[in-house]
């Protein structure tokens, strides 16, 4: 028998106040809860600048780091990614600014059942157990070859013209985040020895999601996690988190910290390369903020490999990005074995799919 949801505004005050004792909504299983080892991750700080300038030999060397991290364990920093260092602190001024809003306004930008856009307390909203301890506010961007206006659109029906800079600020960071976005997809269509701008072109006409997350100091860390354990459905996503600390990586069957670089991007991949299993953990006394760029191709693409890299048998059938967008919002809760699961789902029966997890 499903527990009963919890109350959305109870999940946010428990998130904004100390509580003597943690609902145990929020509680997580010990093997979800298994402590890292004292050694962090050791994955590759990748330099774009001479690929970003055209350099052939910097360009080698990137490929071979990237193949390197991709193939172990689906993560590396990027460092001079061409990113202006002013627009990612002005965006974190403004998760601030949002994140400090009183309940009444976050209330008012509550996600709505079904959809990916708006503000959600600890998901309390979809699940009802395994509750997240985090704030987030998500919102689509669509990729275009110009400038658009979708994310301040957004921004300003949800929360009014008072916040037109917030959405002007969230703009400009989607659309920065977008070419940094086909530039990696570049180097991994490089480095898989894939013909032409076949990754880019996937991509260019599709969109992604930007979410902003708070993880509030909490002093019952040791039963709860800020994101469980999962690989992210979309091909790549690229963070960018402030030095608190959180993100973990899952190789060589241990979870492994992971350092905070200051002015860098976090990429996790996912596909042919090594599928990144991470989580974020929170801390005790300090709050922790991150801004999440989730890269997806336009709903109806009927995703496959391509040719070139295909040589023993296809692992997964053709999909839409929509059919797997729509099999985790309505049918299954994101973990570490979301595509396997998709694809049983598929070869089952669609969307009459009896595969669930809580």
């Not at 499903?2 to 010990?30: C, G, M, N, V």
């Not at 002007?168 to 530039?183: D, I, P, S, T």
């Not at 480095?191 to 002093?219: A, D, K, Q, T, W």
């Not at 299993?277 to 300090?286: D, E, P, S, Y």
Request: aromatic share 10%; hydrophobic share 35%; glycine share 8%.
């Amino acid at each position: 028998m499903e527990t009963q949801k919890p109350d959305h505004i109870s999940a946010i005050k428990t998130l904004s106040e100390i509580p003597t004792y943690l609902p145990s909504q929020f509680h997580w299983s010990p093997e979800d809860l298994v402590s890292a080892t004292e050694y962090q991750l050791s994955g590759a700080v990748i330099d774009l600048k001479g690929f970003l300038e055209g350099d052939f030999e910097a360009t080698e060397i990137v490929l071979k780091q990237i193949i390197e991290a991709c193939s172990g364990h689906g993560f590396f920093h990027v460092i001079n990614h061409g990113v202006d260092e002013e627009l990612i602190r002005e965006a974190h001024e403004q998760m601030d600014v949002l994140f400090k809003l009183p309940m009444s306004q976050k209330l008012g930008m509550k996600r709505k059942p079904g959809d990916l856009c708006g503000y959600s307390g600890a998901h309390a909203d979809r699940f009802s157990q395994h509750l997240p301890w985090k704030e987030m506010l998500s919102f689509h961007h669509k990729h275009g070859s110009a400038p658009g206006d979708d994310v301040v659109q957004y921004i300003t029906s949800i929360l009014g013209n008072d916040f037109h800079q917030t959405g002007v600020v969230f703009q400009r960071y989607c659309e920065a985040l977008k070419e940094l976005a086909m530039g990696i997809f570049r180097l991994l269509g490089m480095s898989l020895g894939v013909e032409g701008r076949y990754f880019e072109e996937i991509f260019e006409g599709g969109g992604s999601l930007m979410r902003i997350n708070n993880y509030p100091p909490c002093p019952h860390a040791e039963l709860t996690l800020g994101t469980g354990p999962h690989t992210d459905p979309n091909a790549l996503t690229i963070l960018h988190e402030d030095l608190v600390g959180g993100l973990q990586v899952f190789t060589d069957g241990k979870w492994r910290r992971v350092r905070p670089l200051k002015d860098a991007f976090a990429a996790l991949t996912n596909g042919r390369y090594k599928s990144c299993v991470h989580r974020a953990v929170v801390n005790q006394h300090k709050e922790r903020r991150s801004m999440v760029f989730f890269v997806s191709p336009r709903d109806d693409r009927v995703l496959r490999p391509p040719p070139e890299i295909v040589t023993e048998g296809r692992m997964y059938a053709d999909f839409t990005w929509s059919l797997l967008r729509g099999f985790t919002q309505k049918h299954y809760r994101v973990d570490s074995t979301t595509l396997q699961n998709f694809m049983r789902w598929l070869a089952l029966s669609g969307e009459n799919s009896p595969i669930s997890r809580n």
